[in-house]
């Protein structure tokens, strides 16, 4: 059975499932089906696909979480998908965990950051002030 964790975040629930081994995989196989043969932007991009798969919330709601809040998710999403992290560690994996990691972190920070530059793009798109 899946293993699954309910956090509540300003009073709204996400629950965050353990991923299949199948999802796990097509985030660290490469197109030519080796483990951790993955571009970057490849773990990036397969990751978002799978997040959905991970938490019940779309990703365009993530964007609201604060970066403290974001950690939470992805605290939980550890929690749940131990074994897969144990036994990555075990076969000698750790290359690929760390770039799974990283991968997670650069989704997160892009949904932060891209929210932010929305929020602080200015119309003038100067921020140089008039002096006398």
Do not use: Q
Not at 73 to 80: C, D, L, P, S, Y
Not at 85 to 113: H, I, M, P
Not at 124 to 130: C, F, R
């Amino acid at each position: 059975m899946r293993k699954h964790e309910v956090i509540e975040i300003d009073s709204k629930k996400f629950t965050v499932s353990e991923l299949r081994v199948k999802d796990l995989l097509s985030v660290i196989r490469g197109e030519d089906g080796r483990l951790g043969a993955v571009t970057v932007s490849e773990v990036v991009r397969k990751a978002t696909e799978v997040l959905p798969l991970a938490v019940d919330c779309p990703v365009e709601e993530l964007k609201g979480l604060a970066p403290s809040e974001l950690e939470a998710v992805w605290e939980a999403f550890k929690r749940v998908n131990a074994v897969f992290f144990r036994v990555a560690g075990a076969l000698g994996l750790t290359g690929v965990l760390e770039d799974l990691k990283n991968s997670a972190v650069r989704v997160f920070s892009t949904l932060y950051f891209s929210s932010l530059s929305a929020a602080t793009d200015r119309a003038s798109g100067s921020m140089d002030t008039a002096t006398s």
